[in-house]
């Protein structure tokens, strides 16, 4: 066994007491405070069980009580039974699991210490061999009861994405693999996977899976004031620093239930620190933080926003369109609307974001993620000083990121529905160039509202076939609403008129004479006549408007017919039917004052005897 390889790696010099919003690595134990009770429970637990899973909500610190917590006690032989020679292989499951899971072995040291960065391709080979694929490289290493290889699989949810992404079988092949290693007595394999427990409900899509999680499942504990006052105040203590208590105070009153708080409360002290450190002489001098530097940084609630957004608006104008483009590539939403990020190689970016590929699109790429990144801000992973590869991943450093500062989050939400929006019109299209003349392949209701939206926003980003699609479905969608304003109108007309009939031979009934019906039939067969003629004149007029403007159009239109009272409320009421009721003080003024003309010309009154020959107004 090489005692090199089996050892925890060298320490890197800590440089901030704070990691702000990314996770502790596993050489910050010693800035690592506040989860002493939870790192002692979870060793109990790997006593007798080699499989757990460290659910809780995003921002819980599960990730950092892992890697600064549990994995430095495996290394000082805190768990009896198993010694101190352990192997730790990190990974995440991105868009490629079992390729993940060879290459975290590959970067842990190879299988017993033995490295074989040379046979990764063996190691691909041998992983996809089953769920004993694990346990037959080992075995093949010659490794043996001696050996502890601990598995952490961070971020377990980036699974579920990846399965309805693919096909499926390579994620249940890597969950399955999972699992029989846990339980094999060959060789001692731990696996701890963190996974938010949001997806808790989702586990069941893998066989086996729910039962492993039944039987080892930790919830992350919260910390409690004590807890958090440690969580400030110890790392602050290493660096010579001294935290006002009524700062400390402010920080702890100020941090509810929100599982953001935490990694807020991180970048919040180390923003705090920063800026305090650069006012020091020397690296020597006391540092203290102060409530007026606590304010001056934008506070508990506001660190995250100002920073980010101060970041941003320091950028050059075309950098700030790459880092738009990058921020969006970066992050996702779940099917049921959380926010999530999505890591991303540094070459997959370049190609996704940058298809002309020129050296200076490149370069300026470059320059935006070592702006979110750099050492003080650690928007993104990985930190400084790891250079940028083609193949390094990047990642948002975490998803409190996406939720506190705004425009990023309404970038995610927007290139959701884009995505969303892209693929739905997509599928249409192949449907409908099958059978062009089938309205029903074309698109309608929410899925039309939605792709306007994409075109008028990004309209180069339309193919031609789905430029076509979406026109076709707009001329579709403009008849059928003009087909039915007709009808409605049509409808309302016959309606109106009918009341009119009855409330002038109501008015006739009462004067009586059959000289008055004739002329009064006569009146109303023309009013009727006439009313209809001018309204569907301004239907006409009106139809290819949209709802609002042309209900606007029409109350002015009620506005300017003073001579016919009947017909100004005719247009003023078709107005108020298409704006809705208090929508549109335009169209409200010419209800009301159609109304009160109408009033003033109804029929009051009627003049004269058996003989009279007309009906007076109260004009």
């Avoid at 290693?181 to 427990?197: D, E, F, K």
């Avoid at 990058?326 to 996702?332: A, V």
Wanted: aromatic share 6%; with cysteine.
């Amino acid at each position: 066994m090489t005692p090199t390889a089996n050892a925890p790696a060298e320490p890197k010099a800590i440089v901030y007491p704070y990691p702000g919003l990314r996770a502790f690595n596993t050489d910050e134990a010693e800035i690592f405070f506040g989860r002493t009770d939870h790192v002692d429970d979870l060793l109990l637990r790997l006593k007798s069980k080699r499989f757990l899973g460290i659910v809780g909500p995003s921002g819980c610190g599960k990730s950092s009580l892992i890697r600064a917590g549990v994995i430095p006690a495996l290394h000082a032989g805190l768990v009896g039974g198993a010694g101190c020679d352990w192997q730790v292989a990190v990974m995440r499951p991105g868009t490629q699991p079992l390729k993940n899971l060879s290459n975290a072995l590959q970067a842990s040291g190879g299988p017993c210490g033995k490295p074989f960065a040379e046979e990764g391709g063996f190691l691909d080979a041998v992983l996809r061999r089953g769920p004993m694929g694990l346990i037959d490289a080992l075995t093949e290493y010659q490794c043996d009861q001696e050996t502890n290889l601990l598995l952490l699989v961070d971020q377990f949810e980036e699974l579920f994405r990846f399965e309805r992404e693919s096909d499926g079988s390579e994620a249940q092949a890597f969950v399955e693999l999972l699992l029989a290693s846990a339980r094999s007595s060959r060789i001692p394999v731990y696996v701890i996977l963190t996974m938010r427990s949001h997806f808790l409900g989702r586990c069941p899509i893998f066989r086996g899976l729910p039962e492993a999680l039944n039987d080892s499942q930790y919830l992350t504990p919260r910390l409690n004031r004590d807890e958090q006052r440690q969580a400030i105040e110890g790392p602050a203590q290493m660096f010579n620093t001294t935290v006002r208590p009524e700062v400390v105070n402010r920080i702890l009153n100020e941090m509810g239930s929100d599982p953001d708080q935490l990694p807020l409360m991180q970048h919040l002290l180390m923003r705090m620190w920063r800026k305090e450190q650069l006012k020091a002489k020397n690296h020597s001098t006391p540092i203290e933080l102060t409530l007026e530097t606590y304010k001056e940084v934008g506070g508990l609630s506001g660190c995250v926003l100002i920073h980010a957004e101060a970041i941003y608006e320091r950028l050059q104008e075309g950098d700030r369109r790459i880092a738009e483009l990058m921020w969006r590539r970066l992050t996702d939403v779940t099917s049921d609307g959380a926010l999530t990020r999505r890591e991303c190689e540094f070459d997959t970016l370049c190609r996704d974001l940058l298809p002309a590929g020129n050296a200076s699109d490149v370069n300026a790429l470059r320059r935006v993620i070592e702006e979110f990144r750099q050492s003080g801000r650690s928007f993104l992973m990985p930190p400084p000083p790891e250079p940028l590869s083609e193949k390094t991943p990047i990642d948002v450093s975490h998803e409190s990121i996406i939720r506190q500062w705004k425009r990023l989050r309404d970038w995610a939400y927007d290139e959701h529905m884009i995505t969303r929006t892209r693929r739905n019109v997509g599928e249409r299209v192949k449907r409908w160039k099958t059978d062009p003349k089938n309205m029903g392949y074309l698109l309608s209701g929410v899925d039309l509202a939605e792709a306007k939206i994409w075109q008028r926003k990004y309209p180069h980003q339309l193919s031609p076939d789905e430029a076509a699609l979406l026109k076709e479905s707009i001329t579709k969608e403009e008849a059928d609403v003009r087909k039915e304003e007709e009808l409605k109108y049509s409808a309302s007309l016959k309606t109106k008129n009918h009341w009119l009939k009855g409330l002038v031979f109501a008015a006739i009934a009462l004067a009586g004479g059959a000289g008055v019906l004739a002329w009064q039939n006569d009146k109303i067969a023309d009013l009727a006549k006439d009313n209809e003629t001018k309204a569907t004149t301004n239907l006409k007029k009106f139809k290819d408007e949209s709802e609002f403007n042309r209900a606007e159009r029409l109350a002015n239109a009620s506005i300017n017919t003073r001579t016919k009272p009947q017909l100004r409320l005719l247009l003023a009421l078709e107005a108020r039917h298409g704006a809705g009721v208090g929508k549109s003080p335009v169209v409200e003024d010419a209800f009301f004052k159609a109304l009160s003309a109408f009033d003033r010309f109804g029929i009051t009154s009627v003049a004269g005897t058996p003989n009279a020959s007309h009906v007076h107004d109260s004009r």
